[in-house]
Every structure is written in C-alpha cells, then in structure tokens.
C-alpha cells in the first residue's frame, strides 16, 4: 500500500499564492506520474497538472502560466505552485500518483486538501 500525505492547503485571497505538497511512502516499484487533481461542489474531479516520470508535464488550459508542477524524486514528493489565484480555482486538490506497487500500474489518491480563494 501507499500512503499520499498532502498539505500546503488553505485560505488565500484572489492574486495570492500557495504551494501544496505531496509526499508518497510505502513499497513502490515505479511511478510514472504525479500530479494534483481538484474537485469543487458539484463539478467532477478535473487534472490541474501533473508531471511524468520523464520530466514532462501537463496543465489544464485555467492552469497555464499560473500554476506550475514539480517533484523531488528523492523524497518522493510533488509540488503544485499555484500563482495568482482566482476564486474559480476554489476546490478540493488530490495528490495522485500512477504508480506500480508491485503488480501494475494504478492510480493511487491523497485525502484532499481544501483550497478556498476569496475575491
């Protein structure tokens, strides 16, 4: 199993910025992406970014040039750098990781961070 361990939420005003942070621990074999995942009342989950085992990276078009994706591979880690910070951007942000722990590839999830952005 895999524990996703994220923080970094919280309260921000329209302008502001946050930084959320995921870690993953437990046996994984490989992980081919990391990414962030947000969710608000009454929408489906939707990719915000996400970065591949390789480097590359990808933004939903309202996170372009706002938000940017990173990891540190030592520690297991994923980072989501949210600029400029628009009320649409309120929501709940899941860490993800598509991982193989020992058996195949699958998407494994945090518990959610809740980001509020006020106007």
């Known amino acids: 199993q895999v524990q996703l361990v994220e923080s970094g939420g919280g309260l921000v005003q329209a302008g502001g910025s946050l930084r959320l942070s995921c870690t993953a621990s437990g046996t994984i074999f490989s992980i081919n992406s990391m990414g962030w995942y947000r969710q608000a009342p009454g929408r489906q989950r939707e990719l915000v970014a996400r970065?591949?085992?390789?480097?590359?990276?990808d933004y939903a078009d309202s996170a372009k040039g706002r938000f940017t994706v990173s990891r540190d591979n030592a520690k297991n880690t994923v980072y989501l750098q949210m600029n400029s910070l628009k009320p649409e951007d309120t929501a709940v942000y899941y860490c993800n990781i598509n991982a193989n722990l020992g058996w195949g590839l699958n998407n494994y999830w945090g518990q959610g961070t809740q980001v509020t952005v006020s106007a």
């Open positions: 970065i591949f085992s390789g480097g590359s990276t």
